[in-house]
């Protein structure tokens, strides 16, 4: 049985440093100084963030037939966020310390009467609602006419599209939509490091269920949910379900289930599986004066869908399979960093080293690269010793190297080095792409 986890402070340092020094995350902004709780995702980062959410697109979309597609706009008119209940009930409630002049949640903190930040107490101001979108306007003309929302979530695109949807796929319930796409919150204690950001992306999926199935569908998800991120590389006793108490529901939920992880700063959730009920579609029917259900002409029943929503984080489950495939271990007297990711999610799936820079060499490397380039992705490098080569595929996570050296131009054959063993083995020029397909499982990018 694995050991219960315990936060590890200083993964986390390791972790963010080597993504800003790999290339993985970038401060953004930060020529100008940074623009706090945003990121800009570097060459290796935004392969691997791409990677995630094409593992969430082919587990959900690609390989059923019962859950399609659909990509919303970001910008929407405030009647959606009024129907939805975000423009009185998506708020935080927030206090100011009048000694310190520090905002914090009133919600977390742990005395709500001791400021965290200066230790005095009695110096909070009464707690105020304050709400989460971002608002801006559309036009040239600014008013309340005018107003617009940042999404603060994908899901209401995918509500008030379910009449389009529902006649144009021919699907019938239990059947899904799911979207992946950015969504704004203005988060007031933003922080480590991509966890909790302003601008994130969400992978989220509507299900729509008979009334009477809900809570089978719900269990369902929970269990599929919590499986796809063992699938992928994150050990289970460093994740847990957690159903959210009655106390912090929200208002229309009939049940969630967080899937949480052993981030370094303790458990954090990387998914939220909610059983919404019939909430959210007769809002947008009642606002909006569209009826908002389905008949099924079998059987003569018209209902109003419930709807259970599988919810997940592209940036936190990112951050996620990084921290659970980060590992450090002597080799040789050395400390060798190695992200042991599989290699679904590994920005490079293969890397070609030709031994030496020098001239003889480049152009069968070269010739190597072409050929696997339509399979994978491909790092080519041919700077600094081949060790430390080695060294920098291990530490960005590229399961499989190869190298072409001199006894390549006469025996046609390459050296292939698997990243968590170091094992390596000759392979023929002519079996390289099967070669590489049968150790990758043929996972193509």
Not at 32 to 44: M, N
Request: charged share 25%; proline share 7%; net charge negative.
């Amino acid at each position: 049985m694995c050991p219960t986890p315990s936060p590890d402070p200083e993964l986390f340092d390791k972790v963010v440093n080597l993504c800003r020094r790999r290339g993985f995350v970038f401060p953004s902004a930060e020529i100008y100084g940074g623009f706090r709780s945003t990121y800009d995702y570097g060459p290796l980062g935004v392969l691997m963030l791409r990677n995630v959410k094409n593992a969430w697109w082919r587990s959900m979309v690609q390989l059923r037939d019962d859950i399609v597609g659909l990509d919303a706009a970001i910008l929407s008119p405030p009647a959606i966020w009024e129907a939805s209940g975000h423009l009185t009930n998506f708020t935080d409630p927030l206090v100011d310390c009048t000694n310190c002049k520090q905002r914090f949640r009133l919600d977390q903190l742990e005395d709500p009467d001791r400021c965290p930040n200066c230790g005095m107490t009695g110096t909070f101001t009464e707690a105020r609602a304050f709400n989460l979108m971002f608002k801006t306007q559309a036009g040239p003309v600014e008013g309340a006419g005018h107003d617009v929302y940042l999404r603060p979530e994908t899901a209401q695109g995918m509500f008030v599209n379910f009449k389009n949807v529902l006649l144009t796929s021919r699907k019938k319930p239990p059947f899904g939509i799911a979207q992946i796409g950015k969504s704004f919150r203005n988060e007031i204690t933003p922080g480590n490091f991509v966890f909790r950001t302003r601008e994130f992306e969400q992978m989220e999926m509507e299900y729509f269920v008979p009334p009477a199935e809900a809570d089978t569908w719900y269990e369902y998800w929970v269990g599929e949910r919590f499986r796809w991120y063992q699938e992928f590389g994150i050990p289970a006793h460093l994740l847990r379900l957690r159903p959210h108490e009655a106390d912090e529901l929200s208002h229309y939920s009939a049940g969630t289930t967080d899937v949480e992880f052993m981030f370094p700063w303790g458990w954090g959730e990387l998914e939220g599986v909610a059983n919404r009920g019939d909430f959210d579609l007769r809002a947008h029917a009642e606002h909006s004066g569209q009826a908002l259900e389905y008949f099924d002409q079998a059987t003569g029943d018209r209902y109003v869908p419930h709807v259970i929503e599988p919810a997940a984080g592209a940036t936190r489950s990112m951050m996620a399979f990084l921290m659970a495939a980060y590992h450090e271990e002597e080799v040789r007297g050395e400390t060798r960093t190695v992200l042991r990711l599989d290699s679904r999610l590994s920005p490079y799936q293969v890397a070609v080293l030709p031994l030496s820079k020098k001239d003889t060499l480049r152009p069968m490397a070269r010739a190597v690269l072409a050929e696997l380039q339509p399979h994978w992705q491909v790092e080519y490098d041919e700077t600094q010793a081949i060790g430390r080569r080695y060294r920098r595929q291990d530490e960005i996570g590229t399961p499989l190297c190869v190298t072409v050296d001199f006894d390549s131009l006469e025996d046609r054959a390459v050296t292939v080095r698997d990243r968590d063993s170091m094992e390596q083995v000759r392979v023929p020029l002519d079996d390289l792409v099967g070669h590489l397909a049968g150790r990758l499982g043929n996972r193509v990018c």
